[in-house]
C-alpha cells in the first residue's frame, strides 16, 4: 500500500506570495492532518481535515488554510508568506478522525526568502 | 497550556548500549502520552502510546511507562543498534480539554545517534 505523499517535496517562495501545497493520504484514509515544524517552534499542529470538513484548528493565523476534497486528497495553503513561515509542513493521514493512528508523509521543505 | 519538555540532544551511544530519554509534561487534565520516531529522510511514526497512570507502552523493544506522580514518559530500551539512530519525539493530547479530539502537543524532539 503507497504511503501518504506530498507534494511539491521543495518549494522556495518570496515574501508576499502565497503557496499551495498538497497531500495524498493513504488509500482508504478520511482524515488529513497538518503540521509545521521549525528549528525555533518545533512541530505544531495546524488542522485537520476529515470527510471535507475542517474538524479542528491550531494556533496559526488566517494566512494559513486548507480544504479537503471528496477523494480525501488535502491542500494547504499560506497567504502573504513571512519569513517565519519558511519550515517543514507535514502532513498525516489516518483512517478515523482524531486517531492517534497516524501516518507521516515525508514533508515539503518550504523556504520564504 | 500544555507543554512537553525533552531532554537536548543528540544522545551519541555505542551498539547494545542502554537508552534512556527523557520526557515530562505539563497538562491541565488527564493525556493521553505518545512517542513518535523519525528515521532520516522518513515521515514521523508513532512508536508507542499509554492513556493512563502505570501504562506501559512498548513496541520494537522500547518502553515507556506513564508516570503520573512525577509527571514523565521517559523512553528506554536495553540494547540500542545502529537502525534506531533517529530523532524521537514526545507528545501529548489532552482529550478531556479538546472535546475528545487529537490536537497534539509535540516536545522539541531528541537526536539519537548509535555507533558500531
Known amino acids: 500500500k503507497a504511503g501518504v505523499t506530498q507534494t511539491p517535496r521543495y518549494l522556495i517562495k518570496t515574501r508576499g506570495q502565497q503557496v499551495t501545497l498538497s497531500c495524498s493520504p493513504i488509500?482508504?484514509?478520511?482524515?488529513v492532518s497538518w503540521y509545521q515544524q521549525t528549528p525555533g517552534q518545533g512541530l505544531q499542529f495546524l488542522f485537520e481535515?476529515?470527510?471535507?470538513?475542517?474538524?479542528n484548528k491550531g494556533n496559526f493565523p488566517g494566512r494559513f488554510s486548507g480544504r479537503q476534497f471528496s477523494n480525501s486528497r488535502s491542500e494547504m495553503n499560506v497567504s502573504t508568506l513571512e519569513l517565519g513561515d519558511s519550515a517543514l509542513y507535514l502532513c498525516?493521514?489516518?483512517?478515523?478522525?482524531?486517531?492517534?493512528?497516524?501516518?507521516f508523509g515525508p514533508g515539503t521543505r518550504l523556504t520564504v526568502t | 497550556g500544555d507543554s512537553v519538555t525533552q531532554m537536548e540532544g543528540p544522545v551519541t551511544l555505542s551498539e547494545e548500549a542502554f537508552l534512556t530519554i527523557n520526557c515530562t509534561y505539563t497538562?491541565?487534565?488527564?493525556?493521553?502520552l505518545f512517542w513518535y520516531v523519525q528515521y532520516p529522510g522518513e515521515g514521523l511514526q508513532l512508536l508507542l502510546k499509554?492513556?493512563?497512570?502505570?501504562d506501559k507502552g512498548s513496541n520494537k523493544g522500547f518502553e515507556a511507562t506513564y508516570r503520573k506522580e512525577t509527571t514523565s514518559f521517559h523512553l528506554e530500551k536495553g540494547s540500542v543498534q545502529v537502525s534506531d539512530s533517529a530523532v524521537y519525539f514526545c507528545?501529548?493530547?489532552?482529550?478531556?480539554?479538546?472535546?475528545?479530539?487529537?490536537?497534539?502537543?509535540f516536545g522539541r524532539g531528541t537526536s539519537l545517534i548509535v555507533h558500531p
Open positions: 488509500s482508504g484514509h478520511r482524515s
Open positions: 481535515y476529515f470527510s471535507e470538513t475542517q474538524r
Open positions: 499509554a492513556t493512563k497512570a502505570d
Open positions: 498525516a493521514s489516518s483512517l478515523a478522525a482524531s486517531s492517534y493512528e497516524q501516518y
Open positions: 507528545a501529548l493530547s489532552d482529550l478531556e480539554t479538546s472535546g475528545g479530539s487529537y490536537i497534539p502537543t
Open positions: 497538562a491541565t487534565g488527564y493525556p493521553s
